[in-house]
């Protein structure tokens, strides 16, 4: 065993200096059922699809006299059961084995300082899990935009300049509302062979989401054309809906207020696409 010093955060916690490293198997380890969160096992897939020992980080243990020999895990349950996962419970890794004298009290409250300073995964490390581990919505969502040439950033594509995409939640949203193959559509023939200055933004959440809404209310009605929806997205450039989307989120669901009045401008009333909630007339 070597030991290790570990830096205390805050004053007044209890996380512990002086810990010692050990390695242990993973079936000697377990999770204690009065402190931590509850296993997630979408999370401990995602971790497995993407494991690596090198990012590891610091897993907790405590080895409590009364369970014989077998050691209480305090932080990286996910990480435990990731590793059990893809490698069997026979994996050993390296823990940081904590005094063996620490109340319950004392090592949740050790849980709780650790996972202060807890790193999330990245959503495009999520989404690259969920790809690996081949969920449908993660596969589906990488075919949408691969046939619309649009490159999901930090995933495939590291350039951030129109038509790449990097808004995950956003992905996921109009992939639920069976939306985001129309809204790439409509933003890249909207805003494809104009300059950049012009497309700048165009895929992001302030254009995306009331794009979005406008086919939730809309995309069944028999009043209303796509094509005049791209056409009312080409009179400006993708900043100035940015601007009215922010200053209309206030009045409608995702500023899509400033859509729909562009949209209806100079059609007669039985062509108009009707909303009623108020609306900002600004």
């Not at 997630?40 to 006299?65: C, M, S, W």
């Not at 596969?139 to 040439?149: P, Y």
């Not at 649009?150 to 109009?174: A, C, E, H, M, Q």
Request: glycine residues 6%; contains cysteine.
């Amino acid at each position: 065993m070597v030991a290790k010093e570990t830096e205390q955060l805050d004053p007044g916690t209890t996380k512990v200096k002086n810990a010692l490293s050990i390695v242990v198997k993973a079936k000697d380890c377990y999770r204690p059922l009065s402190y931590g969160r509850e296993i997630i096992k979408q999370h401990v897939h995602r971790i497995a699809a993407v494991f690596d020992y090198n990012k590891l980080g610091e897993i907790t243990i405590t080895e409590i006299p009364t369970k014989d020999g077998l050691y209480e895990i305090n932080d990286g349950n996910h990480r435990h059961q990731a590793m059990i996962l893809k490698f069997g419970e026979d994996v050993s890794f390296t823990a940081i084995l904590l005094p063996s004298d620490l109340t319950e009290e004392q090592r949740a409250q050790e849980y709780t300082v650790r996972n202060r300073a807890r790193v999330p995964l990245k959503p495009a490390d999520l989404f690259r899990a969920d790809v690996i581990r081949r969920d449908p919505a993660a596969l589906e969502i990488k075919r949408v935009c691969e046939e619309a040439g649009v490159g999901i950033i930090g995933y495939n594509t590291k350039t951030s300049s129109y038509p790449n995409i990097g808004t995950f939640r956003d992905l996921d949203t109009l992939h639920r509302a069976g939306n985001l193959e129309q809204v790439l559509h409509i933003i890249r023939s909207a805003y494809d062979g104009v300059p950049h200055s012009y497309s700048k933004g165009a895929m992001t959440a302030y254009v995306l989401r009331p794009v979005n809404k406008f086919l939730v209310f809309y995309k069944n009605s028999n009043k209303f054309k796509e094509t005049r929806l791209i056409d009312t997205l080409k009179r400006y450039h993708a900043k100035y809906w940015i601007g009215v989307a922010m200053k209309e989120i206030e009045f409608s669901p995702e500023g899509v207020g400033a859509l729909i009045k562009e949209y209806n401008k100079k059609l007669t009333n039985a062509s108009r696409l009707h909303y009623d909630i108020t609306i900002s007339q600004k």
